[in-house]
């Protein structure tokens, strides 16, 4: 009878955050394993690389961070909806900072064009929920789409908390930075409300 693992997927990529957490995004695989107190052998029995467990790492904790993303876009008032989807980066950047500096070890585009064995589709997958709930948002507030107004929409939502939000991502997020967060996607939401009322 085979002896269980000792390890999961999960515990590997929570040492993999771990690592990332503590020495950067160079984080080496002996530091993985450091913190998973295992021997690096452990490490590679489940993943193949080290580039596939870190993308590994990347999806996860994009997964975890579109929980309360989707949360926030299916309120039924989409000014609010679009709202909390901005403010839910800050937020989750505060709570989570281990998760949200693991969110930056790569960009979308970047990974797919050098995805390891096997997860190529996943990454170029991962964030279509995510852009269907902003979709039926701004239809559900603003009416038909049109380029313009998915784009404000990404703006608004992705765009402008993620670049407030990360000079201080894997550190403390101050409070403050939320009302700074609301007053520009108000703004655009000010946009978007234009560009319907004109036609």
Same mark, same amino acid.
């Given at each position: *009878?085979?002896?269980?693992?000792?390890?999961?997927? #999960?515990? @590997?990529?929570? =040492?993999?955050?771990?690592?990332?957490?503590?020495?950067?995004?160079?984080?080496?695989?002996?530091?993985? =394993?450091?913190?998973?107190?295992? +021997?690096?052998?452990?490490?590679?029995?489940?993943?193949?690389?080290? &580039?596939?467990? *870190?993308?590994?790492?990347?999806?996860?904790?994009? &997964?975890?961070?579109?929980?309360?993303?989707?949360?926030?876009?299916?309120?039924?008032?989409?000014? #609010?909806?679009?709202?909390?989807?901005?403010?839910?980066?800050? $937020?989750?950047?505060?709570?989570?900072?281990?998760?949200?500096?693991?969110?930056?070890?790569?960009?979308?585009?970047?990974?797919?064009?050098?995805?390891?064995?096997?997860? =190529?589709?996943?990454?170029?997958?991962?964030? #279509?929920?995510?852009?269907? =709930?902003?979709?039926?948002c701004l239809r559900r507030g603003w009416g $038909?789409?049109?380029?313009?107004?998915?784009?404000?929409? *990404?703006?608004?939502? $992705?765009?402008? +908390?993620?670049?407030? @939000?990360?000079?201080? @991502?894997?550190?403390a997020v101050p409070d403050w930075l939320d009302?700074?967060?609301?007053?520009?996607?108000?703004? @655009?939401?000010?946009?978007?409300?234009?560009d319907a009322g004109s036609r």
């Amino acid at each position: *009878m085979a002896r269980p693992a000792k390890f999961s997927d #999960d515990d @590997v990529l929570d =040492a993999a955050r771990a690592a990332v957490a503590s020495h950067g995004k160079a984080a080496s695989i002996a530091q993985i =394993a450091a913190a998973l107190g295992a +021997p690096v052998g452990s490490i590679y029995h489940r993943f193949p690389s080290r &580039e596939h467990l *870190m993308a590994r790492l990347w999806l996860r904790s994009i &997964e975890e961070f579109h929980v309360g993303l989707l949360e926030a876009s299916e309120a039924d008032d989409a000014r #609010d909806a679009l709202l909390q989807s901005a403010l839910h980066v800050s $937020r989750f950047c505060r709570k989570e900072p281990a998760t949200a500096l693991a969110l930056t070890l790569y960009r979308q585009p970047e990974l797919l064009a050098a995805a390891p064995s096997g997860l =190529a589709d996943h990454v170029r997958q991962i964030n #279509d929920t995510a852009d269907a =709930a902003l979709a039926a948002c701004l239809r559900r507030g603003w009416g $038909r789409l049109t380029p313009r107004r998915t784009r404000l929409g *990404m703006i608004a939502s $992705r765009q402008l +908390p993620y670049g407030l @939000v990360r000079p201080y @991502v894997g550190g403390a997020v101050p409070d403050w930075l939320d009302e700074v967060i609301e007053a520009a996607v108000l703004g @655009v939401i000010g946009l978007l409300d234009a560009d319907a009322g004109s036609r």
